[in-house]
């Protein structure tokens, strides 16, 4: 299967999903395809690390880059001496969002100032599986240029998918401008991980349920494993895709009582020696 998955590029899946037959029912298609869209991307185009890290590792990350992920998410990392990661479209800067309004200027360099890192999440928040290689690609360069002319003294090394996971060939252009590309699956990283595709645990799922997101907290502990947390705004009247600060600031205790090491995305992919992360001070290619 793997190979046949290598084989199709995006144009030959929409041509093989368009030859439809009565032996499928529009419902029974729709989980046929369903299952491809989760699946393909964690099968091919892997690029494989063996992380077996001292003590288990957390990151907080935020997608889209609202206000309120500095303002308070940020504000309570920083209350424990502790830094995230912001996953930052650059052509959103000042606009409000579904999460609230996204971050200015001046919100990037007081990122910057409170030890915070900055990466890519598409210029223009491409959907990652609907928009297609080319153009994900060129917002990516969008993204960096739009960096570049911020002077920030910092570049994107790490980046997100944004809405859903990719398509495999979408996957395969991305990768070769990262450290690492960040998916969701509501999962640790535990063992050999794909650096193509790491997963991500989502806190505004579980949000009403604090217990789950301790569970797979103890989970993280006994498999030494990785664990990186991601949601939107943190607000007192969160968005769908959010959290109030309440929350987040419990879950920031307890990944903290856990014994873990709570390091930005970078900062843990340098710890794990992951290729390319020892000479990630230097300017990269996104």
Not at 51 to 73: H, N, Q, V, Y
Request: hydrophobic content about 35%; aromatic content about 10%; proline content about 6%.
């Amino acid at each position: 299967m793997l190979s046949l998955l290598k084989k199709h590029s995006d144009s030959e899946l929409r041509i093989c999903t368009s030859r439809r037959t009565p032996l499928f029912s529009r419902s029974a298609w729709s989980v046929v395809h369903g299952y491809y869209k989760r699946t393909a991307p964690r099968l091919v185009f892997r690029r494989p690390l063996v992380i077996e890290p001292e003590l288990p590792l957390i990151s907080f990350t935020f997608d889209d880059f609202p206000r309120t992920a500095l303002t308070a998410g940020g504000a309570i990392l920083n209350r424990y001496c502790l830094s995230g990661t912001y996953y930052t479209c650059l052509g959103l800067l000042g606009k409000d969002s579904p999460s609230g309004p996204i971050c200015d200027r001046e919100d990037l360099r007081g990122l910057l100032t409170n030890g915070h890192e900055l990466a890519c999440h598409t210029f223009s928040h491409c959907h990652s599986w609907e928009t297609d290689g080319a153009a994900f690609e060129k917002s990516l360069m969008q993204n960096r240029l739009a960096v570049a002319e911020l002077e920030l003294g910092t570049a994107l090394k790490s980046f997100s998918y944004p809405i859903c996971e990719p398509r495999p060939m979408t996957k395969h252009r991305v990768a070769p401008y990262f450290l690492s590309c960040r998916g969701g699956g509501q999962r640790i990283n535990a063992g050999t991980v794909d650096l193509n595709l790491l997963s991500a645990y989502f806190l505004e799922k579980s949000r009403d349920r604090i217990q789950s997101v301790r569970d797979v907290i103890d989970e993280n502990r006994v498999a030494r494993g990785w664990l990186i947390f991601a949601t939107h705004d943190v607000s007192h009247i969160p968005s769908p895709f959010g959290c109030t600060p309440g929350f987040f600031e419990n879950v920031v205790t307890y990944a903290i009582d856990s014994g873990a090491r709570i390091i930005p995305v970078v900062k843990a992919l340098e710890m794990l020696c992951a290729p390319g992360a020892a000479i990630s001070t230097r300017p990269s290619t996104a």
